[in-house]
């Protein structure tokens, strides 16, 4: 019943960027990003539309995406690829495993740290930054089919350029996992 929780719900786009609940599912979320108009948000909900079908991203949630990739790092997620490259950062409560410990303080995490992580840990909220003017973020996916298709070749990527001769300062480049071999 997280879907009552009114602090894992919401979507709010502003001049800082995208802050969302980790309830909110996916459809919900490209929309937003859509519905913004930025050139970065528009690519990211353009790869959001390609992940499993339209019916799964009515009800699955981001977050639920991500932590099944960190359940099972062979699955070979879009939108831990996307996020990452485009450097969304996520908010975790550690869960207290055992003895009660008190109140346990918020963590903020790369996407690269959640799934690196192996504590237990809750999900509360997404950030995804607004990009400065001078970079560039694109993504690409190949796969069997236009969408309900694991990956063959997926790429998120962020260049932030310094002059005005296009010189990258920053290339963000997340690796993510090799996707399986299709079956013959």
């Known amino acids: 019943y997280v879907?009552?929780?009114?602090?894992l719900q919401g979507v709010g786009v502003g001049v800082g960027g995208a802050e969302v609940g980790a309830a909110v599912p996916i459809a919900d979320v490209l929309l937003a990003l859509d519905a913004d108009g930025?050139?970065?948000y528009t690519a990211l909900a353009a790869h959001m539309r390609r992940i499993a079908s339209?019916?799964?991203?009515?009800?699955?949630?981001w977050a639920g995406n991500l932590m099944?990739?960190?359940?099972?790092?062979?699955?070979?997620?879009?939108?831990?690829?996307?996020?990452?490259?485009?450097?969304?950062?996520v908010v975790a409560v550690p869960l207290a495993v055992g003895a009660h410990t008190g109140v346990q303080k918020?963590?903020?995490?790369?996407?690269?740290?959640?799934?690196?992580?192996?504590?237990?840990?809750?999900?509360?909220s997404l950030s995804i930054p607004r990009l400065p003017p001078s970079a560039l973020f694109c993504s690409f996916k190949t796969a069997q089919r236009a969408v309900f298709a694991h990956a063959i070749v997926n790429l998120g990527a962020c260049?932030?350029?310094?002059?005005?001769?296009?010189?990258?300062s920053s290339p963000s480049l997340p690796a993510p996992?090799?996707?399986p071999a299709p079956a013959p």
């Not at 879907?3 to 602090?7: G, H, K, L």
């Open 177 to 179: 996992a090799p996707a």
């Open 68 to 89: 099944l990739t960190r359940t099972h790092p062979s699955f070979p997620s879009d939108m831990a690829t996307i996020l990452a490259a485009a450097g969304a950062t």
């Open 38 to 40: 930025d050139a970065a």
């Open 106 to 124: 918020k963590q903020r995490l790369s996407i690269p740290a959640l799934l690196a992580s192996s504590d237990p840990l809750l999900l509360l």
């Open 54 to 61: 339209a019916q799964v991203r009515s009800v699955g949630s």
């Open 3 to 7: 879907s009552v929780v009114s602090e």
């Open 159 to 168: 260049f932030t350029f310094s002059s005005p001769q296009h010189h990258s």
